[in-house]
């Protein structure tokens, strides 16, 4: 698929949405109160090792509030910085479709006949992606777009078990199988800085991605967040974290290898301030990013400027 980045250096989510819907549409964060199977005891108790308290949702809205009332604050918080009348819903924290299907029924429906609202965004597991909820989705699908964000995070088994991922490959590569079935819109979060992984192990994973059916990405730095067993983890095992200037290279080079009509849809994250440990650099977002972008200026980087080969890398 041939992709004019228009002067960009990558593929940005902003660029997709105005090519696609002729405008950016704002993100609000819902919480529908779910769980997580590396939670409730059916694979861990303890959740992935990043994972704080929140399950990842950490600036999703109240859970006691109804779907509705969640919009209604998040279009109002908006207001100062968005302009527009159209929205993604998008149910971030813990495992968004790890719940009974009446219960998903109401929640996703409540969203997607929201007149403000464009596309139905929901994170989960590959894992938890039953027929029954297979269904479901394509049955949202047909009313509005849908995109589904998996955790992959990591290609590599040794650092998978080390985080606590709880599934194989494989089942991530039939979950996009499955999806992209249904027209649904896949978008995969890695992780670039896990302890024990060098930039050859995070092309290895960019590299994987280019050779599935998948439309989007997000490239998260780690973070060590409070209260987390990565925060254990870190002060028994003191291991590298990137400063800004390593961060930017090892992003940049990703970049370079990722296919070009892959969508970017995030470059970095910002863990809450109250929880942050390290790296603290990333506590300012918005400087990160204007940093970010004169860096891939200056050094001349593009996406898909290394040029994709379709070879799959060693998984190690």
Known sequence: MAVSLEG???????????????????KISLNAGMTCPNRDGTLG??????????????FAADRRLSITEQI??????SAGKYSGTAYIAYFQAYTNTYAPLPRLREVFFEAI??????????????????????????ELNRLKPVWVELGLQTIHPKTASLIRRGYEL????????????????VIVHTILGLPGETIEHQLATVRYLNTLDIQGVKFQLLHILK?????YYYRQHPFHLPDIEE??????????????????????????KSLLIAPLWTGNKRQVLNRLRAYLKEQDIWQGKE??????SQII
Request: with cysteine; aromatic share 8%.
């Open 247 to 272: 961060y930017f290279g090892m992003l940049g080079k990703c970049l370079c290898a990722l296919r070009r009509d892959i969508v970017v849809h995030r470059l970095t994250g910002d863990g809450p």
């Open 72 to 77: 209604t604050k998040g279009k109002a918080q």
């Open 8 to 26: 960009e250096r990558y593929y940005s989510l902003n660029h997709y949405l105005k090519q696609t819907y002729g405008e950016k549409l704002y």
């Open 113 to 138: 006949r929201h007149p403000d609202i464009r596309i139905l965004d929901i994170a989960t597991r590959p894992d938890c992606l039953g027929p029954d909820v297979l269904e479901l989705l394509g």
């Open 45 to 58: 108790n303890r959740g992935c090792i990043f994972c704080s308290a929140g399950g990842s949702g950490d």
């Open 307 to 312: 040029g994709y080969d379709g070879q799959t």
């Open 227 to 231: 209260h987390t067993d990565l925060a």
């Open 170 to 185: 494989s089942v991530f590569e039939q979950a996009v199988c499955n999806l992209r079935r249904l027209g649904i819109l």
